[in-house]
């Protein structure tokens, strides 16, 4: 009945989001996974040390 078109309402809107995610990927993940990989080396005590510092306390 009704043809279906095959433009889009948003050109290049693939191309967009690809770019988006890759920068949430490399501005977002990349240092929290760096900051997993410090923390994995840290013994407990010293992950206790290092968030009741006052400095960090008091960033929070």
């Given at each position: ?25 490399l501005i977002l993940l990349l ?6 990989m410090q923390l994995s080396e840290m013994s407990w005590a010293q ?14």
């Amino acid at each position: 009945m009704f043809a279906v078109s095959s433009r889009r309402v948003l050109p290049g809107f693939t191309l967009s989001l690809g770019t988006s995610l890759l920068f949430v990927c490399l501005i977002l993940l990349l240092p929290l996974s760096a900051l997993v990989m410090q923390l994995s080396e840290m013994s407990w005590a010293q992950y206790w040390e290092v968030i009741t510092n006052p400095q960090v306390v008091a960033a929070l």
